[in-house]
């Protein structure tokens, strides 16, 4: 199984960036896929994630400014990031989850988000 991200880079406090996951290796029609992000000293947190069903949610600090899209027969999921601002600075990482005791998560790599002037 993996989760290939791509799309961070550094954009300046108020800009846009647009993230890609793409899953291979199992079906994932039945996860639940999202991003997560980690900051230096800060604990994971979520993203957004849109659920087998379609059914989205996101993180308190995003709403309202990102979106997130799921291809289904790509496996693939987008992360459209609007308005970003200096905290949104982070290691983002792709998670597909079974909600399964029996099957672990999957994690990609991450991606390094950086918003700076």
């Known amino acids: 199984v993996q989760l290939v991200e791509s799309g961070g880079g550094l954009v300046q406090p108020g800009g846009s960036l647009g993230l890609t996951c793409a899953a291979s290796g199992t079906t994932f029609n039945v996860y639940d896929l999202g991003w997560y992000r980690q900051a230096p000293g800060k604990e994971r947190e979520l993203v957004a994630v849109v659920a087998s069903t379609g059914r989205t949610k996101y993180g308190d600090s995003v709403k309202g400014r990102f979106a997130i899209y799921r291809d289904t027969p790509k496996d693939t999921i987008y992360l459209q990031m609007n308005d970003l601002k200096p905290e949104d600075t982070a290691v983002y990482y792709c998670?597909?989850?079974?909600?399964?005791?029996?099957?672990?998560?999957?994690w990609g790599q991450g991606t390094q988000v950086t918003v700076s002037s």
């Open positions: 998670n597909a989850d079974l909600n399964s005791a029996y099957v672990p998560p999957y």
